[in-house]
């Protein structure tokens, strides 16, 4: 069966990052896991202005709304803002310079 939701709409909550994530004071993150079907996983992932580090699995994304830049430590960028299209590797440490609250769409493999 098909289904869909209004990722803009979708209610998420903030906690703060834990110290050895968090690079600037008062950043919070927030994710809803929208669906887990098809092999794949979809939800939506908030970051607040400030920076962070993290690393994920494999992901592709679609920012929704606010901007920044995401690196990693090979030297690989991605200028963020509403509609771009982003892709994470497994085992990448990303730095996040959020300059804009960020929303976006995340899927990975289940």
């Known amino acids: 069966m098909i289904s869909s939701f209004d990722a803009t709409a979708v209610a998420v909550s903030h906690t703060p990052l834990p ?8 950043v919070s993150t927030g994710l809803v896991e929208l669906a887990s079907d098809a092999g794949l996983e979809v939800g939506v992932w908030e970051h607040s ?13 679609v ?5 920044g830049v995401v ?11 509403p509609g771009v299209l982003g ?4 085992g990448d440490v990303t730095t996040w310079e959020i300059t804009e609250p960020l929303r976006k769409v995340w899927i990975v493999r289940g």
């Open 19 to 26: 110290s050895e994530k968090a690079l600037s004071e008062g």
């Open 49 to 61: 202005v400030g920076s962070s580090t993290d690393s994920f699995g494999d992901e592709a994304f």
């Open 63 to 67: 920012v929704l709304s606010g901007r």
């Open 71 to 81: 690196r990693d430590g090979q030297g690989g960028e991605i200028v963020l803002a």
């Open 87 to 90: 892709v994470l590797h497994a």
